[in-house]
């Protein structure tokens, strides 16, 4: 079945389900022989507060081998954040009014919640 960019960023953004902050509670699946658990380290890079510049891809493959399954027709979607978020044992953000603590480069641009230049 062929998921959409649009459909495959929703299903990381929908990781927030498994997410609790401030106070993080354990959301890493049990990698790498078989991931069972609740994933929310997508959705925790997508929201990093001090992640600025995002590039991402799509690929194609055949035959992929997934978890015992064969993929025909692999569609990947691959991004990749600067700078890094995801440091164990911190959150994404802070609690605080929105664009409180954008860093002075950003010349305090405010949208959606967002710094902005």
Known sequence: RYRSVMDMVK???QEKQHY????PRECNPR?????????CS???QMVWATSSRLG?????????RVWG????HAIL???????????LGEAPYKVGRP???CPPTYGGGCSNNMCFT
């Open 99 to 101: 664009c409180s603590a």
């Open 56 to 64: 991402c891809a799509l690929g194609t493959c055949a035959n992929v």
């Open 31 to 39: 990698c790498p022989s078989k991931c069972s658990g609740s994933v």
């Open 20 to 23: 609790s902050f401030p106070h």
């Open 77 to 87: 979607l691959v991004c990749n954040y600067a700078i890094k978020g995801n440091w």
């Open 69 to 72: 399954s064969t993929w025909r």
């Open 11 to 13: 299903s990381w953004h």
């Open 42 to 44: 997508h959705y925790t």
